[in-house]
């Protein structure tokens, strides 16, 4: 018996459709191959979704999405979507669970952090090069870091790295891209972190299985420059989780993520999108859940319409 | 069923409650070693799994046999506690 609709991820964009739809008895399977509530799930402390007044930690955040989504009858299935056939009015999803059909499949799995892409990244990776800051800043009570981005990620996440860390270094490979509420904030732990701005790191280098340092260019003055340290945590922006389509004939853009019509639908009739997966997502946690109520109501009409048709 | 579980986390960890709540789901019990109250464990957790991270998961078998599974894994934790 297929499913009326499949969702693919459980990340907010999906917990917020998984609401919209179960509360309309639209019978609604998600899907997800890794933590549910994605990346909101690992964000250390959120000040800027509404209703939280003093803020929320991301895991809360996240855990109450997913708790309301199975008040409302969602089911959550651990498992990873390997492939989406559209077979006309219903779809076919390849799992690691087995093969699962639905009327209408919404696309949410959201993005996952983007490498640096410098000679000891890869090599270092969980033993010394990090991209989660609450999953590993523990083990680093007292020590160096080197942060490196310039986003609000970068500078939220090192100040909460300043809790272990005996100091920071951030490297900006421009200048900072922070919101300026952030900016502000960081400059109450000037004591412990120090900003390079127009800094590329170009390599990371370590002595017997650990990191030890990070090699850089000061790009103002053309000179190398080298930054003892323990570990280095990694915030450079995110990818799309979109490699599992590659081979379908769902449009996706430049960057790999995917297009959608105003609808939210994809250029397949019953496969939408919402969340930071989508083209022209603004990645923040509160559009994300937006998209997700959206794509709902876009959801409920186009399973109306399918139902009509017969 | 396994013969023991032990679970590495530590109190930030964002993942840790999902690989709890995961082998709750499976009526299965564990210790737990919190790396911030016993940091003197990091050393031995980073030698069984060759990574600073958490959560690390040691399930030992019934022929004493262990599977270390690093981070929320549930294609590799799936099997193991099977």
Redesign the interface.
């Known amino acids: 018996m297929p499913h009326d609709l499949v969702i693919v991820g459980a990340g907010p964009a999906a917990l917020s459709a998984a609401i919209y739809t179960c509360r309309e008895d639209i019978d609604t399977l998600l899907f997800e191959k890794g933590a549910i509530g994605g990346l909101a799930a690992v964000t250390d402390w959120v000040d800027n979704y509404p209703g939280f007044e003093k803020g929320i930690s991301g895991l809360d955040l996240a855990e109450q999405m997913r708790r309301q989504a199975e008040r409302f009858g969602a089911k959550i299935e651990l498992g990873e979507v390997q492939r989406i056939e559209d077979q006309g009015k219903l779809k076919k999803l390849t799992t690691t669970e087995g093969d699962i059909y639905a009327k209408a499949v919404l696309i949410a799995t959201g993005s996952d952090y983007k490498k640096i892409g410098v000679p000891g990244e890869k090599e270092y990776y969980a033993r010394g090069v990090h991209y989660c800051a609450t999953c590993d800043g523990a083990f680093y009570r007292d020590k160096r870091l080197v942060v490196v981005g310039g986003g609000n990620s970068a500078v939220q996440e090192s100040m909460f790295l300043t809790k272990f860390a005996s100091h920071i270094d951030i490297l900006v490979r421009s200048k900072l891209r922070a919101s300026d509420v952030l900016i502000k904030e960081l400059e109450k732990h000037k004591d412990k972190i120090t900003i390079h701005l127009a800094t590329t790191t170009d390599e990371i280098i370590g002595s017997g299985g650990k990191v030890t340092k990070v090699i850089g260019t000061d790009t103002a003055t053309g000179k190398k420059v080298e930054f003892p340290t323990d570990g280095v945590f990694v915030f450079v922006g995110l990818m799309p989780n979109t490699k599992f389509l590659e081979g379908s004939n769902i449009q996706v853009d430049e960057v790999g993520l995917i297009k959608s019509d105003p609808k939210l639908m994809t250029n397949v009739p019953g496969i939408f999108v919402a969340g930071d997966v989508r083209s022209g997502a603004t990645l923040q946690i509160a559009s994300a859940t937006g998209e997700g109520a959206t794509a709902a109501l876009m959801i409920r009409k186009y399973l109306e319409d399918l139902e009509r048709e017969g | 069923m396994p013969k023991n579980i032990t679970i590495y986390t530590?109190?930030?960890?964002?993942?840790c409650?999902?690989v709890k709540q995961?082998l709750k789901s499976k009526g299965l019990s564990y210790d737990e070693v919190n790396?911030?109250k016993h940091?003197e464990r990091?050393d031995e957790v980073?030698k069984m799994s060759?990574?600073?991270?958490?959560p690390v998961t040691i399930v030992t078998q019934q022929d004493d046999s262990q599977e270390v599974v690093?981070g929320?894994n549930?294609?590799r934790l799936a099997p193991a506690i099977a």
């Open positions: 530590t109190d930030t960890c964002s993942y409650p999902m995961y790396l911030e940091p990091q980073f060759g990574a600073l991270t958490v690093v929320y549930l294609s």
